[in-house]
């Protein structure tokens, strides 16, 4: 189950898995692009290895790497709550 965790001002979606059995999270990013159709990356925390990287830059994968880095706790805590939504109460 993917959970959604934020959709940044250029319409990239960052969501987040519930905990696997190995304390797993998987992070997604998915950003849509009129050429090329979506740019992706895939972060496991909290070892903080990346795969399946495809049509970002290298500047934007610096700025994706820092922003899970500053925010892999509260992704972590949301993947044992069923996400944002059900551990805010809304």
Excluded: Q
């Excluded at 993917?2 to 999270?25: A, C, F, Q, R």
């Excluded at 610096?62 to 509260?74: I, S, T």
Aim: hydrophobic share 35%.
């Amino acid at each position: 189950m993917m959970y959604p965790y934020t959709t940044l001002n250029d319409d990239t979606e960052i969501t987040h898995s519930e905990m696997m059995l190995d304390g797993k999270v998987k992070v997604y990013i998915e950003t849509p692009d009129l050429k090329d159709g979506f740019h992706n990356a895939t972060c496991y925390l909290p070892e903080y290895s990346w795969e399946d990287v495809n049509g970002y830059s290298d500047a934007e994968m610096d700025y994706f790497k820092e922003f899970v880095r500053n925010n892999a706790h509260l992704m972590m805590e949301f993947s044992k709550e069923g996400g944002i939504l059900n551990a805010s109460n809304f």
